[in-house]
């Protein structure tokens, strides 16, 4: 299987984090249970950028995002 790609996936690059074991079977198992609940595919890339992205986002922030 290869790696999907959208237009999207043009604009993002590679980024590596290491999590305790507990904590990657937990978030594999959210996406799992949110894509059977919302009846599409999420991965757990998506919820982790989408984690990363709401924490950027809080007030008090120097990263440049509003």
């Known amino acids: ?3 999907r790609t959208t237009s999207e996936d043009a ?4 980024f ?3 999590l305790p074991r507990t904590t990657r079977l ?5 996406a799992l249970d949110e894509s ?3 009846g599409r595919r ?3 890339t998506a ?5 990363i ?3 950027l986002g809080r007030k008090g922030g120097r990263h440049g995002r509003t």
């Open 47 to 51: 919820i982790v950028e989408r984690l």
């Open 26 to 30: 937990a978030l594999l198992q959210r």
């Open 11 to 14: 604009d993002k690059e590679k």
């Open 36 to 38: 059977a609940a919302t």
């Open 42 to 44: 999420v991965s757990a």
């Open 53 to 55: 992205t709401d924490y």
């Open 16 to 18: 590596t984090v290491y």
């Open 1 to 3: 299987m290869g790696k």
